[in-house]
């Protein structure tokens, strides 16, 4: 069984440029979360997505925002970047929404912004 | 808001030791807890999950947990690591409201673990 994908894996951007990047679940998993990852701040949760819709959001500007598709493969989009995006951004698919739901992640997309 | 803490930051221990990493959660509620491993160069792994039930977890690898909710504490333990074991832990709470119950996580720090051979 396939695990969750990601990509890209690197990618360098500059300031103000923005960034697309894309997560394929799990073979019939319908929600997607995603997270970033910084040496600072540990690891965030950004947002969740289940049945093409966001579910849940964290404490992120609105620079940030996703999708998910019909097919439960969802991408998250940077805007503007800036200096302190660079990070690690994980990707966690799991079968349902909700307690007693476990979450399994991607190798996540590692983003140098210059 | 809920927070979870790891209270080590970096562990460093020889083969054939015990381990014990500490974590605490905030939220009062009812809560799943979880134990992620991240080996170098590797993704987040689950090592072990509560979901309720038995309050004492095993995982994979020889690892298990105890789930005490008087002390709002999920600490992990190894009662021999080795070598293979050095990588980073962390500790995570399912972390909304039960009415809005979904599937976004709270993590710890981390914790890095070195084990010497």
């Known amino acids: 069984k396939a695990g969750v994908t990601q990509t890209p894996r690197y990618l360098i951007k500059t300031r103000g440029q923005q960034v697309t990047l894309s997560c394929s679940p799990i073979s019939g998993h319908r929600s997607v979360s995603w997270y970033q990852q910084t040496p600072g701040q540990g690891l965030q949760f950004l947002f969740e997505?289940?049945?093409?819709?966001?579910?849940n959001k964290g404490n992120f500007p609105g620079r940030f925002s996703g999708r998910q598709f019909s097919n439960s493969r969802s991408e998250m989009n940077v805007s503007t970047l800036e200096l302190g995006d660079s990070a690690l951004y994980l990707c966690?698919?799991?079968?349902?929404?909700?307690?007693?739901?476990?979450?399994?992640f991607g190798q996540g997309t590692r983003l140098t912004v210059v | 808001a809920q927070s979870v803490s790891q209270h080590n930051h970096h562990v460093i221990l020889s083969e054939a030791a015990s381990l014990e990493l500490g974590c605490n959660y905030s939220y009062g509620g009812t809560v799943n807890l979880f134990w992620y491993v991240q080996y170098p160069g590797q993704h987040l792994q689950l090592l072990l999950k509560y979901f309720s039930g038995d309050p004492l977890v095993k995982g994979i690898k020889g690892f298990e947990a105890e789930f005490i909710k008087s002390k709002f504490s999920f600490n992990l333990r190894k009662p021999s690591v080795q070598w293979s074991d050095t990588a980073e832990y962390f500790c995570?709470?399912?972390?909304?409201?039960?009415?809005?119950?979904?599937?976004?996580?709270?993590f710890g720090k981390g914790t890095t673990l070195s084990v010497s051979s």
């Open positions: 966690a698919s799991s079968k349902n929404r909700g307690m007693n739901t476990e979450a399994f």
């Open positions: 997505y289940f049945s093409e819709t966001q579910r």
């Open positions: 995570a709470v399912n972390g909304l409201p039960a009415n809005q119950a979904g599937t976004a996580l709270i």
